[in-house]
């Protein structure tokens, strides 16, 4: 079945620490984000990539980073920059028409 | 700058109950309206897509519908059972063909058997 992996599902990173989170789609999507969710918050959008080796800021991208070498494939860099990472990230790429579908997350905590 | 606002924030009905979750956007200037679905600890679900164009969209039991002039969109659950509980959360299309969404902080569905 088409959709979009994550991993891992949780992850917990030490102070000073970059950690890498994984998204991979076999949607054949051009365009990917990554979205955080605080609790009971909304998702806010930290980068989009609309075509391989592009990717744009989104509206919280300071101490994020990313890359999009492969259709399939676009990780999120949580740097050590980032100083309050704690959250749900999810990760969804769209299809014809806004079609969107989402990742089932990837919880990261500070130990 | 475009605000999602989602009202209640916590809802709690009895099986059975017919309900609407209310969605108001600030600007209206939006490509589409989208209502998600999300259960704990999960990723989130698509349920109905509104074009610009478009006053409403139905599926199954489900039923949204879009007036932009006012800034407003209800999502309407018919009969609603256990399994619906989850968190509803509503996103405006915005940014052209960068497909970008902006969403509200979402209502919290408890439906009680």
């Known amino acids: 079945d088409g959709g979009i992996t994550q991993s891992p599902k949780y992850l917990f990173r030490k102070e000073g620490q970059n950690v890498t989170l994984s998204c991979e789609q076999n949607?054949?999507?051009?365009?990917m984000y990554w979205y955080r969710q605080d609790p009971g918050q909304g998702l806010r959008l930290i980068y989009y990539?609309?075509?391989?080796?592009?990717?744009q800021k989104g509206d919280i991208a300071e101490g994020y980073s990313v890359s999009r070498e492969k259709k399939e494939s676009f990780p999120l860099t949580v740097t050590s920059a980032q100083k309050n990472p704690t959250a749900f990230y999810l990760c969804?790429?769209?299809?014809?028409?806004?079609?969107?579908?989402f990742g089932s997350g990837t919880r990261l905590t500070v130990v | 700058k475009q605000e999602v606002t989602q009202i209640p924030a916590a809802l709690s009905v009895p099986e059975g109950e017919n309900l609407v979750l209310n969605c108001s956007f600030t600007?209206?200037?939006?490509?589409?309206l989208q209502w998600f679905r999300q259960d704990p600890g999960k990723g989130l679900t698509s349920l109905l897509l509104i074009q610009s164009s478009q006053r409403e969209q139905t599926s199954g039991r489900l039923n949204a519908s879009l007036d932009k002039s006012s800034g407003r969109s209800t999502l309407y659950i018919a009969a609603s059972q256990p399994g619906d509980s989850a968190t509803y959360l509503c996103?405006?299309?915005?940014?052209?063909?960068?497909?970008?969404?902006?969403f509200g902080k979402g209502t919290k569905l408890s439906v009680k058997p």
């Open positions: 990539s609309q075509i391989v080796n592009d990717f």
């Open positions: 996103a405006v299309g915005v940014g052209g063909s960068q497909g970008n969404l902006i």
């Open positions: 969804a790429s769209m299809g014809p028409n806004w079609g969107y579908t």
């Open positions: 949607l054949n999507h051009d365009a």
């Open positions: 600007d209206s200037a939006i490509y589409n």
